[in-house]
């Protein structure tokens, strides 16, 4: 039998006990990490098909230590150009977008944008990723980049007389997507017009616009190829994409977590991107095939024509940015020996 005093020294030390362990944290359920994936591209597009299977890929290969809540079109507020920053400042943990809607951040990464300067989105993707290391991550040290990469082939849908020649295209009017395109139409004496995207079709359906640039896949969504009547592959101008962290989200994740994140960034991922935009160009080309429109494919002659032409944009490039500090001319140089580099890898693939 106990006595009295024994009785109140256990109900002494149970009540420690107990307090302790009140004051311990919790232990959560499950040490998954959930990070909000915000974007600008709709649900039902391709490019969002293609992020959604890469999170799929990185929650399955962390065990389930990771999981991604999807937003696509702007569901957690904002506009395109405010991703990066929602990003940088922790709004958000991952997004898809594009560098060039913020202007004046990443001069250097313009180089990969320069007319003329690249070709497929397989160079491109890659050639761009060797550039980031070398010359770019300073410019992105604000957030954990896991990969960048190009879209496809960018084409020329035009309404009205088909583009074959430089002639063609003399004071045509064509929507431009970014400032340096904007200055390659120029040079290349065709005439300028912005539009934002709510318009884009209906521009050229009025005739507003004659030309727009855009891959397949993008068109063939916003349905300018079934606006158009002919369509010109150029291959001459690439806009950059990215996926990126908030560095602090980045730190946070689970050993399992941030192995798979690591697992499918840059070189490997960027492969993976390009050839998916491939593939999602695809359905784009058989639609026009579909509605009759000629498809027409500069040959490398004409194509250097143009580029020509267009080569005081890429002069007036490297004097800016060489005034701004810039290694600009290196640059150049080292990306067209990186294009190379990657074309030759390119081709050596479809041989296989």
Known sequence: MQTPNAVRRLTVSAAVVAAAALLQPVAPASAQQVLRFHTFVPPVSASFKNVS????MVEKE????????????????GKPPDLYTQTKDGVVDITYTIPGYSPGVFPRSEVIELPFICSTTYVCSLAFTELYFKYFVEEYKDVHPIVFWTPGEQVLHVKGKPIR????LHNRKVRIPSRLVGEMLKELGAVPVGITGANITEAMLRG????MTFPWSIARANKVIDAAESHTVALSHEVILIMAMNK???ERLPPAARKAVDNNSHYPTARWFATQWVKDDQPGVQRAKKLGHEIIRLSDAERARWREKSEPVVRQWIAQMTKAGHPAKEMVAETRRLVAKYEKEEMEMKKK
Do not use: I, N, R
């Open 53 to 56: 299977a890469w999170a799929k």
């Open 62 to 77: 962390s065990g389930g230590a990771v999981k991604f809540q999807m937003y696509p079109s702007m569901q957690l507020g």
């Open 165 to 168: 020649t430089l002639e063609d």
């Open 208 to 211: 507003v616009v004659e030309v």
């Open 248 to 250: 602090k989200s980045y």
